[in-house]
């Protein structure tokens, strides 16, 4: 058997851990070994004693004949007795070993040397991992929302105000057809006219359906028969209409429809030119049950200012103590005493009256 000279275990944490030896319980292992200078050379009696980074082979006269390094270490023919050890895969020395305890001290070192190596197929295999999770990652979260952009991008204007006449008459399944008197109609038309291109172009006033107001792909916008009938002034009317407007204009009426719709609609849309069936109806009825959001004060403040419109009515309209619209009201671009006229007296009453009553 091999001498054992047997030391207080270590402590040490960190680099000391990873000792090339793998024996961090044993200061010095001895063990007598047969050494050939090659595989067909004289045979000699040794002694082997394993240090912190090398195998030293030594006479019994305790001469230095070799020093192998423990991280280049190689079995020759594993499982076997007695086991046979080289200095490296290709070196002409061989050692013979029949100690057990200095055979897996030895097997302990090769392994840690192992484990501590580069693994370039297993790295390889961790990056394509990576990868394809990256670009799973990118199919789910980002594609999606890619496609549905770049569909509404370059859908035509006709095929967008075909698609929100569809979905008007989906609307008015639910809400009944639109109001429309004469006097009414040409009241409309001069309010939209009035406010220009700071509002969409086609003004529908509904008899029920939406809570207030609405937009569509191809500029329809939607208003509910209270929103004229029951304020004292138009320009609580057209701050309704130029909040709308602002709504619009943050997202694509054309992208919101298909993001309800989902990618397979989008995919449907992109390369038919149609949406698949039921599709419009589902979106009418989400449209008209979804709570809306207050468009950023100074995006608005400004669609105000150059609609010539004052805030301050539209602001008390939606929140009669003002708190929620203070903003609005703070910094009215024109003054409700000095602002120019919205509509005329007549057209006023016309407008209110559009719906028959």
Same mark, same amino acid.
């Given at each position: ?144 929302? $890619? @496609?549905?952009?770049? &569909?509404?991008?370059?859908? +035509?204007?006709?095929?967008?105000? /075909?698609?929100?006449? !569809? =979905? #008007? ?96 609609? $989008? @995919?449907?849309?992109? &390369?038919?030119?149609?949406? +698949?069936?039921?599709?419009?109806? /589902?979106?009418?009825? !989400? =449209? #008209? ?69």
């Amino acid at each position: 058997m091999g001498r054992l000279c047997y030391a207080a275990q270590r402590q040490e944490t960190g680099t000391q851990t990873h000792k090339m030896t793998a024996l961090a319980e044993f200061e010095r292992l001895e063990a007598p070994a047969i050494w050939h200078a090659s595989p067909d050379a004289q045979r000699r009696d040794v002694i082997l004693s394993i240090g912190d980074a090398t195998l030293t082979i030594t006479d019994h006269r305790d001469i230095a004949i070799a020093h192998w390094s423990l991280a280049a270490i190689e079995r020759i023919n594993p499982g076997r007795r007695p086991a046979v050890f080289a200095p490296g895969i290709d070196a002409p020395e061989r050692i013979e070993l029949s100690d057990d305890t200095m055979i897996r001290a030895i097997d302990k070192v090769r392994r840690a040397v192992a484990r501590a190596r580069p693994q370039p197929g297993r790295l390889r295999a961790r990056l394509i991992g990576a990868v394809c999770l990256a670009i799973a990652a990118i199919a789910v979260l980002w594609l999606p929302g $890619a @496609l549905i952009r770049y &569909t509404a991008s370059i859908v +035509p204007d006709v095929s967008r105000d /075909a698609l929100g006449r !569809s =979905l #008007l008459a989906e609307v008015t399944r639910v809400s009944g057809a639109p109001c429309a008197v004469p006097g009414g109609d040409a009241a409309l038309q001069a309010l939209s006219a009035r406010l220009g291109d700071q509002t969409l172009a086609h003004l529908v006033v509904l008899p029920a359906g939406v809570t207030t107001t609405a937009h569509l792909p191809g500029g329809y916008l939607l208003v509910n028969r209270s929103v004229v009938e029951d304020h004292e002034s138009p320009a609580v009317v057209a701050g309704y209409l130029l909040a709308e407007t602002e709504r619009a204009a943050r997202l694509d009426p054309l992208e919101a429809l298909l993001n309800h719709a989902g990618v397979v609609a $989008a @995919l449907r849309l992109l &390369t038919t030119g149609n949406l +698949p069936e039921g599709q419009l109806s /589902a979106y009418a009825e !989400s =449209l #008209l049950t979804a709570p809306q959001s207050d468009p950023a004060p100074g995006p608005l403040l400004a669609r105000f200012a150059a609609a010539r419109v004052p805030s301050t009515p539209y602001a008390f309209a939606v929140d009669i103590s003002g708190e929620r619209t203070l903003p609005l009201i703070e910094a009215d671009p024109i003054s409700p005493a000095t602002a120019p006229r919205i509509l005329s007296d007549g057209s006023w009453v016309a407008l209110q009256g559009i719906c028959g009553g």
